[in-house]
């Protein structure tokens, strides 16, 4: 996972691409440049995709499955403890 833009982004070598949970929780990609960067200026939702053919869902879930995981593990890192 890497910071960048303030946000968890997880790049998917199968994909191409960043993805990321933004704010309101909306699943958020954009593509990688060849040299591993991400490209911001073309990001999106996932939910406006609209061509699935050949989309390995497995990997796309396990994808939005790994970013759910990480923000909910910042979140609990940061509740009182001893509660």
């Not at 946000?7 to 191409?16: A, D, N």
């Not at 691409?17 to 911001?40: I, Q, S, V």
């Not at 497995?58 to 790994?66: G, M, P, S, T, V």
């Amino acid at each position: 996972m890497e910071l960048i833009s303030g946000f968890q982004m997880m790049l998917s070598l199968h994909f191409g691409m960043y993805f990321w949970l933004d704010d309101e929780n909306d699943f958020c990609y954009c593509p990688a440049f060849n040299d591993g960067t991400a490209d911001l200026d073309n990001w999106n939702y996932v939910s406006e995709w609209d061509d699935f053919d050949g989309v390995d869902f497995d990997k796309l879930f396990y994808i939005h499955r790994q970013l759910v995981l990480d923000k909910a593990s910042v979140i609990e890192a940061t509740l009182p403890t001893g509660l």
